[in-house]
């Protein structure tokens, strides 16, 4: 009968690395240092996940495929960790992995829900697939959640122009300037949508110049 050698993952002894390797990066702003310890974790215990995700973290600026094969793992270790699927979300987007990061950011708005900006990138994913209406209906979802948000507002915007559904693009850029009526962009932006609706008159009722 043959025998399997049995591995055990020394995890105490990683995460004492991993615990010296943080001050190094983060007190003594030694990232070599930290480096050398974050592998000195890894090499006692390759699932742990904590350092799996500083190494990510620290490659997205040197090495972005190897920033995503350390967020993968990271992720697989523990895939209800919102930050672990942040990080290997946006380590899908920057090697153009556009489905993967899709699917992933679509589980942020569950496990993230509080976090509007998984609603934004979701769109924007959306929209790079061609895919204006999905996008729209995110745009929605994120309404009823958040109410108006003004970091969302203008992609709305921009995706209702697009898609020729004047009326509502006019009524989401009128909404932006009764939150805020005197901010400038906002008038602005309502201005440029009567514009880009062929109601010129209305638009340049709207319009102004700076003083």
């Known amino acids: 009968m043959s025998r399997h050698k049995l591995i055990i993952h020394d995890t105490m002894q ?5 615990t010296d390797a943080l001050k190094k990066f983060l007190i003594e702003r030694d990232t070599s240092a930290a ?17 799996l995700y500083q190494k990510a973290a620290i490659e997205l600026g040197r090495d972005r ?3 995503m ?10 895939s209800m960790n919102r930050w672990y699927t942040a990080l290997y979300a ?10 993967e990061a899709l699917h992933l950011y679509r589980r942020l708005m569950k496990i993230d ?11 924007i994913l959306y929209q790079q697939r061609q895919q204006p209406y999905a996008a729209i209906s995110v745009l929605d979802s994120a309404d009823m959640r958040f109410g108006k948000n003004p970091y969302l507002t203008g992609l709305k915007r921009h ?7 004047y009326e509502r693009a006019i009524d989401e850029a009128q909404q932006a ?28 009722a709207h319009s102004f110049c700076d003083i």
């Open 35 to 51: 480096v050398a310890l974050f592998d000195e974790s890894l090499m006692l215990d390759s699932t742990y996940a904590p350092a």
């Open 14 to 18: 990683a995460r004492y690395h991993y």
């Open 90 to 99: 946006q380590t899908l987007v920057f090697t153009e992995r556009y489905d």
């Open 159 to 165: 995706l209702l122009l697009a898609t020729r559904q």
């Open 69 to 78: 094969e350390y967020a993968r793992r990271a992720y697989e270790k523990d």
């Open 177 to 204: 300037v009764d939150i805020a009526p005197y901010d400038q962009q906002s008038l602005l932006d309502l201005g440029n949508t009567y514009a880009a609706a062929g109601k010129d008159s209305l638009a340049q």
């Open 65 to 67: 495929q190897k920033a």
């Open 113 to 123: 829900a509080k976090n509007p900006d998984n609603y934004r990138i979701v769109a």
